[in-house]
């Protein structure tokens, strides 16, 4: 498995070395998209090859996609009927 010094050695010097910190630090923009192209794909390229960064942004991404979920789920009120429903038909 190739690291990530001999991965950027490879890619050239126009790609500025990206670390873990820096990927962490700006996460949010990240996954938002609220960063300029080029810095956005130097992170991703550092996100996707490195699996410490992945796994971080997958954990971000799952948090949003549970929240997200959590929302679209049918009030109290109408999960309350239902469950009642349920109840008196048996
Ligand atoms: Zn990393």
């Known amino acids: 498995m190739k690291s990530i010094d001999d991965v950027a050695r490879e890619l050239g010097a126009e790609i500025a070395p990206c670390t873990c910190a ?6 949010f923009e990240l996954l938002d998209r609220e960063m300029e192209d080029a810095e956005m794909g130097r992170l991703r390229a550092h996100a996707e090859s490195c699996p410490e960064c992945t796994e971080a942004t997958q954990a971000e991404q799952h948090m949003r996609q549970i929240i997200r979920r ?6 109290p009120d109408s999960l309350r009927v ?5 109840l008196t038909r048996h």
């Not at 239902?82 to 349920?86: D, G, M, Q, S, Y």
């Open 22 to 27: 820096e990927v962490r630090n700006h996460l």
């Open 70 to 75: 959590s929302c679209h789920e049918p009030a």
């Open 82 to 86: 239902r469950v009642v429903t349920h």
